[in-house]
């Protein structure tokens, strides 16, 4: 069985593969790679451990029919058309559960940075502002007691709960479509509508996945909904949130401010007004860029490749349908 990777992952998953007596090949280049290259580079191999970066769409699929697994190393697969793959009889697998941790560290790291203006505060310091003690100057916020509001509570959602709760005490409301009896019994999370959410969080954090339903969910409409005083953190997906939308409503202070791990489009550049503001602060999508995260979704994906070389069933399939009688 012959293996490609679109991206440089971490050894140990490789060396799985490799002792199974698979080859496997890896990307090298630091750019995605064009779709029809991607097209082209698949046709020599069974396999495929693609990234969120990957687009696996419609016309990539029925080119590469004969693959015979997509292992995706990451939890969120809406780079794939899952639908078409499975009608193709393609398995999809990605990594639930290893970076809900991981990527919940991230979502708290912005509601922090954010409060207390951590970037801005650094840049003044490089820019060679750190002047003298200002009493009334760059003051943040404080999240004592709070009100976290999650949009989409579940593995990473409650994970965010449960450090909000521990560290600042801070009351949980959260909008899904069904209830969370987990995070209910867990921190007593109370189920509320989208116009309860957006009204009454002090911070809302988001943490679904994006569907048709929730792109571009977090519009102008939905900002001017929020409390002034209100923080919006965003380590889903960037399209989630209208860009331009959140923009003005940092520049009209219909919000207070904002932490993105997601952007849109991603990479952001350069010149994007958000990272002059004082309370925004934006990453590089790292929301599972540790180390022991990263090695938990390699191991993953060589699971789901392992298993389908043995002719079972994906141990972390997308598309579980396949194995239906
Ligand atoms: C995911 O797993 O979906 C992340 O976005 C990748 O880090």
Same mark, same amino acid.
């Not at 020599?44 to 687009?55: H, P, R």
């Not at 867990?186 to 002090?202: I, Q």
């Given at each position: 069985m012959k293996i490609f990777v679109t991206r440089i992952i971490p050894s140990g998953a490789v060396a799985t593969l490799q002792e199974a007596g698979i080859t496997v090949d890896q990307w090298q280049e630091k750019r995605n790679i064009g779709h029809?290259?991607?097209?082209?580079?698949?046709?020599?191999?069974?396999? #495929?451990?693609? /990234?969120?970066?990957? #687009?696996?769409d419609r016309s990539f699929l029925q080119s590469c029919r004969h693959l015979k697994v997509i292992a995706q190393m990451a939890v969120g697969f809406d780079n794939i058309d899952v639908e078409e793959a499975t009608r193709l009889g393609i398995p999809i697998?990605?990594? %639930?559960? /290893?970076?809900?941790?991981?990527?919940?560290?991230?979502? *708290?790291?912005? $509601?922090?940075?954010?409060?207390?203006? &951590? $970037?801005? $505060?650094n840049h003044k310091i490089m820019r060679g502002e750190w002047g003298f003690y200002e009493p009334t100057a760059d003051l943040g916020i404080e999240l004592h007691g709070k009100t976290l509001g999650i949009f989409g509570l579940g593995k990473i959602g409650l994970e965010m709960a449960r450090l909000c709760q521990g560290a600042y005490g801070m009351k949980i409301i959260y909008c899904n479509r069904n209830h969370n009896p987990e995070a209910e019994n &867990?921190?007593?999370?109370?189920? /509320?509508? *989208?116009?309860? !959410? !957006?009204?009454?969080?002090?911070?809302l954090s988001v943490h679904t996945a994006l569907?048709?339903?929730?792109?571009?969910?977090?519009?102008?409409?939905? *900002?001017?909904?929020?409390?002034?005083?209100a923080i919006f953190i965003n380590t889903a997906r960037g399209s989630i949130h209208?860009?331009?939308d959140l923009i003005e409503a940092m520049r009209q202070g219909s919000i207070w401010g904002c932490g993105l791990d997601v952007t849109n489009p991603e990479p952001m550049q350069p010149d994007n007004p958000l990272l002059d503001m004082p309370t925004a602060v934006i990453l590089p999508h790292i929301g599972s860029a540790t180390q022991q995260t990263r090695a938990a979704m390699a191991a993953i994906a060589a699971e789901n490749i392992l298993a389908c070389r043995k002719g079972?069933?994906? %141990?972390? %399939? /997308?598309? %579980?349908? #396949?194995?239906k009688p």
């Open positions: 029809q290259e991607l097209i082209d580079i698949c046709k020599k191999y069974d396999g #495929l451990i693609s /990234v969120g970066q990957d #687009l696996i697998g990605n990594t %639930p559960g /290893v970076l809900s941790k991981a990527t919940a560290d991230t979502a *708290f790291l912005l $509601m922090m940075a954010v409060s207390r203006k &951590a $970037m801005y $505060m &867990a921190t007593g999370a109370r189920k /509320v509508n *989208f116009e309860e !959410l !957006l009204a009454f969080s002090d911070v569907t048709a339903q929730t792109k571009g969910i977090f519009n102008r409409q939905a *900002f001017d909904q929020m409390k002034k005083t209208n860009e331009e079972e069933p994906l %141990p972390y %399939p /997308v598309n %579980p349908e #396949l194995y």
